[in-house]
C-alpha cells in the first residue's frame, strides 16, 4: 500500500472505503475497497476533500480477495453446509441442516499457519440449527500471491475442515432400574425426560423396560430391547458405586464391551459408555432426569451422528467439563463441554 495524488491515481486500486458527505442528504461509502480509478472519478474525489490516496498495486497474477475468499471456503467444506457469496473480502459459512458440527483442527490450524490467511469457526461437537452461521473466512490483503490461495486447496485436499453431519433418527430403548421403581413404590421420572430429549434430536423411544436391582435382570431388559429393533439403549438408575446399584455390572452381564465407567463432566461423573456389537449402551446417572444439560447433551448427539467417541476424547471434557448451573440456561452458548 502507498499514498499517492489523486491526480496520479487513475488505474490504481483503492486500499480502502471512502466515505461522501453531502450534508442534509447523504452519508455513505462512495468508493468501496478494491474500486479501481477511473478518470471521472477523480473531480467526485476533489469534491470530497481528497488530495491523496491510499493504493495497492495489483500484480498481473494476483488473486482478488473475493475471490480468494470463495475458493479456500469451496475447498474447506464437506457435507451439511452452504457458502454465501463474497461480500466485502469475506465468504460465511452457514449450516445447512440441524446437525453436529465438526472442525478439523490440524487442517484448520495448518490453513491459518498462512499469515494471509483468517479462518474463524465455533467450537465442533455441538448442535447446530439449520441456518445457523458457524464460520467465516477471508484473506487478509486486498490481493493475494495465487500461491497463497493454491497451497489452502491442497491442505484441504486432505480432509474436511468443517462439516455438519446430520443426526441419524434412531429406535431407542429404556431400561429403567431399580427396586423402587420396579415395584411401584416411586413414579418414574426418568422415561419423560429421555423421550422428550431423544425426540428434540429427532430420534423416538420405541419401549421402557423396567428391572429389579438385578444383574441378570437388567441383562435380559437389555436383549428385549435389542430384540424389539433398538439401536441405541438408555440404562437409568443404579450407576453410583453404591453395593445395591447394579446397573454397570448389568451392563457388563449383557455383554456390553466398556469404554468408560466414568467422566470427567459434572454434571455427569457417573456416565457408562458402552457397546453390545454396534449398539451403543449408555448409563445415564440421576443427574440427566433433574439437570437441563448434562453429559447426556455432550455424547448422546454424537452418538446419533454416527460418531464412535474413545476413552480419550471423553476425558479431554475435564477441560470445560463444569456446567456452572447458572439461573438462565445459555447452552450451547456457553462454556460447557468447550
Do not use: W
Not at 467526485?44 to 476533500?49: A, K, R, Y
Not at 431399580?178 to 430429549?197: C, H, N, Q, W
Amino acid at each position: 500500500m502507498k499514498e499517492i495524488p489523486v491526480e496520479q491515481s487513475i488505474g490504481t486500486v483503492l486500499a480502502h472505503d471512502l466515505t461522501q458527505i453531502i450534508p442534509g442528504e447523504y452519508k455513505g461509502p462512495r468508493f468501496k475497497k478494491g474500486h479501481i480509478i477511473k478518470e471521472e472519478d477523480i473531480p467526485v474525489l476533489i469534491s470530497m476533500g481528497k488530495r491523496h490516496l491510499y493504493v495497492v498495486e495489483k500484480g498481473d497474477t494476483d488473486v482478488h480477495e473475493d475471490e480468494a475468499a470463495l475458493r479456500i471456503a469451496k475447498a474447506s467444506i464437506g457435507e451439511g453446509v452452504r457458502l454465501t457469496s463474497p461480500s466485502e473480502g469475506k465468504v460465511e459459512i452457514f449450516s445447512d441442516c440441524k446437525g453436529l458440527l465438526k472442525i478439523n483442527e490440524d487442517l484448520l490450524g495448518r490453513l491459518i499457519d498462512q499469515d494471509d490467511i483468517m479462518f474463524a469457526a465455533i467450537k465442533e461437537n455441538q448442535i447446530v440449527e439449520k441456518d445457523m452461521k458457524v464460520a467465516g473466512t477471508r484473506v487478509i490483503p486486498l490481493f493475494v500471491n495465487p500461491g497463497v490461495v493454491e497451497s489452502a486447496e491442497d491442505i484441504c485436499k486432505e480432509g474436511t475442515v468443517i462439516q455438519v453431519k446430520p443426526l441419524k433418527p434412531m429406535k431407542v430403548g429404556i431400561v429403567t432400574t431399580g427396586s423402587e421403581v420396579y415395584s411401584g413404590k416411586i413414579k418414574d421420572g426418568f422415561g419423560p425426560v429421555l423421550r422428550a430429549k431423544f425426540s428434540a434430536l429427532g430420534s423416538e423411544v420405541i419401549n421402557q423396560v423396567f428391572a429389579d436391582d438385578d444383574e441378570d435382570m437388567i441383562a435380559a431388559k437389555i436383549h428385549q430391547l435389542i430384540d424389539e429393533g433398538a439401536e441405541i439403549i438408555g440404562v437409568t438408575g443404579g450407576m453410583s458405586v453404591d453395593p445395591d446399584d447394579l446397573t454397570p455390572s448389568g451392563i457388563r452381564r449383557a455383554g456390553g464391551h466398556i469404554v468408560t465407567y466414568g467422566a470427567p463432566v459434572l454434571p455427569g461423573a457417573m456416565f457408562m459408555l458402552a457397546y453390545i456389537d454396534k449398539i451403543p449402551v449408555v448409563g445415564l446417572p440421576g443427574c440427566v432426569m433433574y439437570s437441563g444439560v448434562s453429559i447426556f447433551d455432550l455424547i448422546v448427539p454424537r452418538l446419533l451422528a454416527g460418531e464412535i467417541p474413545t476413552r480419550g476424547e471423553i476425558k479431554k471434557l475435564a477441560h470445560g467439563g463444569l456446567c456452572m448451573n447458572c439461573e438462565i440456561c445459555h447452552y450451547p452458548n456457553c462454556t460447557f463441554g468447550k
